[in-house]
């Protein structure tokens, strides 16, 4: 159980435009969803806390408008980059929360990477 | 501010031959420490979740342990399917349903056959 998947897997576009990653949590129901980045050698670090329904949370230094996250159902959140820029190449990681007595843990998705020319 | 410091940052084994790897962390009131394990290009997979000190958990050749300020984890026997990143996380307590986590960098271990 706790199995949450991620679309694509891998995305190379050209500098200017915008990609889409989802994420879905595909055995369980997560009212909240988590992004985030990983640069190489370096750690995750949270873009943004994605709750159902309502606005996501942003960390600070994470832009919002270009960082467009959306989570209209209990099992997809999607994260948009636009205006993708050559130093938003990153490999981008999602977390879902299983309810219940597991809701503290996140469950990560399999990571899309991301390569801007 | 929530800070995890994880130690060594590299760590290489012969198969069979035991250590442990170090989480230090500050926290404003823990509510959980968790253990993950990341593949190269991988998403992190779940090993443990620690709530207070003198908790212990197993899991195959693991052993995860907790105190005020650090977190051990121990691998007995390793093989080298064990070789991945181990990352440490840290969450606050008093977030209400906030459930961040504040990650360590990792250690990279690597067990030679």
């Known amino acids: 159980g706790a199995v949450v998947s991620q679309h694509p897997s891998w995305v190379i576009c050209k500098s200017g435009t915008s990609v889409k990653i989802e994420c879905r949590s595909l055995?369980?129901?997560?009212?909240?969803m988590f992004w985030y980045r990983q640069f190489p050698k370096q750690s995750l670090m949270l873009m943004a806390t994605s709750n159902e329904g309502s606005k996501a949370t942003y960390e600070q230094g994470v832009e919002k408008d270009k960082f467009l996250i959306n989570h209209a159902s209990l099992t997809l959140s999607t994260l948009t980059v636009t205006s993708a820029h050559p130093e938003d190449s990153s490999f981008y990681i999602c977390s879902a929360q299983p309810p219940g007595q597991l809701q503290e843990t996140q469950y990560f998705g399999p990571g899309t990477r991301l390569l801007v020319l | 501010e929530d800070q995890v410091t994880q130690s060594p940052e590299a760590l290489r084994l012969q198969e069979g031959e035991s250590s442990s790897l170090n989480c230090s962390y500050t926290v404003s009131g823990l509510r959980g420490l968790f253990w993950y394990r990341q593949d190269p290009g991988k998403g992190p997979e779940f090993l443990f979740t620690?709530?207070?000190a003198g908790e212990e958990k197993e899991k195959e050749r693991l052993k995860a342990t907790l105190t005020k300020k650090e977190s051990f984890l121990h691998i007995t026997a390793p093989k080298p399917e064990d070789s991945a990143t181990y990352l440490c996380a840290v969450q606050a307590a008093g977030g209400g349903s906030n459930y961040k986590l504040t990650f360590g960098k990792g250690t990279l271990l690597t067990v030679n056959p």
């Open positions: 620690l709530y207070s």
């Open positions: 055995d369980f129901q997560a009212t909240t």
